[in-house]
């Protein structure tokens, strides 16, 4: 930090100040380097899935296929610049922090106060602050008055300090109260609030796991598509076909096996769990961040305002002649005492003394109480109430004792009697007890709460600031015991995320045995978890991982904002999916490092707001909970389009393959044109309905997937059952039809005869692909038990396709163009039936694999106390997976 001089009285002249604003600049945080907006948007038009999407376009327009390149193009567009909008303002974080910067500050030039624009603060500026001010640059305090500062968005503790003298303030913390004179020791760049700024650039946002798996997907699918194209142009140049023909054939294969509709109806799905979430007060900004929060194995949360109610309260007060609990809700004055009534007699000339000394009030705001000021002080002026106690008359009051780091207690002076409050280790000492004191402090200290003592006394003199004590010169009058109270249902919370095999850890800048305190009392932190501290953290991240990689609960307290980055590398280097909860300007570097950074909506600042992929509007940590079973539910969403993407791939590719393992004897069945209506025309609004499935009530059972989005489970169902069954139903409805119009195999059929054949096919592989969206809703449980009703926006996607169907087929210019025409009667039913077929077919095989995995008697209760074979079946492959869909 810079080394300043003392200033005059006078502070700086207009004219030195000037001079050093021109010479040093302006009182700005740094820039950030980011990328221009054109990069951006550059970058998502040319993503590899993107790029496959521009190579279908050119080749469609190459083949003669204008129109398919035209919608091609326009997913592209669409798709990129709905990403780009997402990216534009996630990358903003850094920016933010000059939103913590005040427009306003009041100084000290040329001997008069003046109010300047905080950006032309100069370093040795005389700078006056007062209760409510926002920090403006980085201070060194040269008088202060009651002066407490709230340092929680830079060191994450809750509770406010009371530098004294000779201390620094840095820019971007407030005034809680009091006031103070200071010099400026720092500005803009040399700040602290600069150097978090450098955090947060340099930690880079990782890919999230759905879009590693999509490239994954994507790669395997342009290898097939490319594949086969070749392979078909090959065989079609050896079946006599012109090279100009061949090459055609072969690019209208490829632009067909690329899924077009893949990209929008990913997009939609997470839209539509992002709306979800919001509904249960988490607000996504990034839209990947949905599937990633299903993913979630381990959350690292902040206690303030995310486990606790984020307000100070007074539970238990000892004193001399008793202990006193006290019942209330919150800052509300209303509320009562238990105990003597010798006891609560004592317990209000307490709260009388210990009112007299502090600054912070609860007011009405609404229909609700709210602190304005210190929370701790809250509490006591809350408690004051509840008994009653009249307020001191502020005329009566002589001398004010503020508090300072030296010796910890605030004090008044009224009408000859002297009040104090103030830390116990130091009010004790020059008190008057029979030793049950300490005690009363050790035992309210080991549950967690903060501990105020309470004294007074007469004849106290007061010099230089503070008051003159001597031994047994005051007298004891109450032991304070206050907590900041978990929320309600933050146990029950916590009871799902270890069901579904999320461990968590207490992440804060606070106290460790008051984070402790609490982690027991919700449930987080079990027989034999961890509590250490930041300064005891392994330096080494392998072996910081090790240490908090555990499921019986953590606790880190007293953390740097370069400890919550460490913890947050270090866990996702063990392969855990990272979320990490924050609400100050020192989290924001580690919510860009975490996998989800979620921030704080109704206490956090703009920074983690800005960096964080969710916001919690409520600031409640079971809203993570419900974003993780929202999170997998769209993860089995996913699986479900894709499921049902990947089936219609195969019956439409079987026709190209009879075709060229036949030598060309068997006809193609549909042609390029009606596989690209199939993908685009009768496939895309099931696939979107499928997309946003409600979440089953089995969402939460077992741990997070471990396996791909697309595995070996998957590729069984869709190319070995589902597929497969709809590929051999249509060639088979194909092969029955061309026959009994008297074609025999290696036959040139007749016009019209392949004509309806091919329409017929085209009729059933579009049918059994509507059986095929009500199969794909569940991987485990049957189409009769899911039902078919409930997904109303399938059945109206389902009633647009069928009108789509018959256009294609009925209308005579869109069939010709296409290739095919209007089924006859038998051909009708032959598609209805493929249809019942399908589910029949899909039925069966859920009962079969649901009969395998039926345990023998006794199973049951052994799965649920071991970790052996039955818990597996549950956490891998496609079985576990379907408990996240209708069950």
Known sequence: MTSVQSPSIRGLSAAEAARRLADEGRNELPAPRRPAP???????????FAMILWVAAVLAVAGGLAPLAVAIVVIIILNGVFAFAQEYRADRAAERL????????????????????????????????????RVSADLRLMTVHALAVDESMLTGESVPVRPASGDQVYA???????????????VAGQTRLAGIQTLTESAQRPASPLTVEL???????????????????????????????AFLFGVGVMVALVPEGLLPTVTLSLARGAQRMAHGNALVRRLDAVETL????????????????????????????????????????????????????????????????????????????????????????VLARRLDVPAVDPDTITHRVTFTSETRYSAVVANGNTMVIGAPDALLPYCRSDGAAAPAVESLAGRGRRVLAVAGASGILVSDGRLELAADALELLAVVGLEDPPRTDVHTALTTCRQAGVRIAVVTGDHAATAAVVAREVGLLQAGGLVVTGNELPADDEQ???????????????VTPADKLRIARALRSRGHVVAMTGDGVNDAPALREADVGVA?????????????????????????????????????????????????????????????????????????????????GTDVLPALALGIERPGPRVLDGPARHHRLVDRGLLLRAFGLLGMTEAMLAMAAFLIVLTGHGWHFGAEPSVAALAVASGTAFAVIALTQYANTFACRSERSTVFKVGFTTNRPLLLALSIEVVLLLIFLGVPPVADLLGGSWPSYQGWLYAGASAVVLLLVDTAAKLLRSARRTEPPGAHNSA???????????????????SNGPS
Request: proline content about 3%; hydrophobic content about 50%.
């Open 38 to 48: 054109w990069r951006l948007l550059a970058g998502q038009l040319t993503h590899l």
């Open 98 to 133: 000059r939103d913590l910067l005040p427009a306003k500050v009041q100084v000290i030039r040329d001997g008069a106060m003046s109010s300047i624009d905080a950006t032309e603060l100069v370093r040795d500026d005389l700078v006056l602050l007062s209760a409510g001010d």
């Open 172 to 186: 971007g913390t407030f005034v809680v109260q009091g006031e103070a004179e200071a010099v400026v020791a720092a």
């Open 215 to 245: 490239h994954r997907l994507i790669r395997v699918i342009a290898v097939i598509a490319v594949a086969v194209g070749v392979s078909l142009t090959a065989v079609s140049l050896l079946l006599g076909l012109r090279p100009t023909e």
């Open 294 to 381: 299903g993913a979630t194995t381990f959350v690292c949360t902040d206690k303030t305002g995310t486990l606790t109610m984020n307000q100070m309260e007074v539970l238990e007060v000892w004193t001399p002649s008793g202990t006193v609990r006290m019942h209330g809700d919150g800052y509300d004055p209303e509320g009562s005492a238990e105990g003597a009534p010798e006891a609560v007699d004592a317990v209000a000339r307490a709260a009388g003394s210990a009112v007299a000394c502090i600054r912070g009030r609860a007011v009405r705001v609404k229909d609700r109480w709210v602190a304005e000021g210190d929370p701790m002080e809250v509490a006591l002026d």
């Open 544 to 558: 910081l991982g090790e240490l908090l990689d555990r499921d019986d609960g953590v606790v880190v307290a007293r």
């Open 600 to 680: 704080m909506g109704a206490s956090g600042s703009d920074v983690a707001r800005a960096t964080a992929d969710l916001v919690l509007l409520d600031d409640h940590f079971a809203s993570i909970v419900t974003a993780i079973r929202l999170g997998r539910a769209t993860f089995s969403n996913v699986r479900r389009f894709l499921s049902y993407h990947l089936a219609d791939n195969v019956a439409e590719l079987a026709p190209f393959v009879a075709w060229a393992l036949s030598g060309g004897s068997i006809p193609l069945a549909i042609g390029v044109l009606q596989v690209l209506a199939l993908d685009i």
């Open 864 to 882: 649920t106390v071991s970790k052996g074979s039955a818990t597996a079946e549950v956490t891998t492959g496609p079985s576990r997976q379907s």
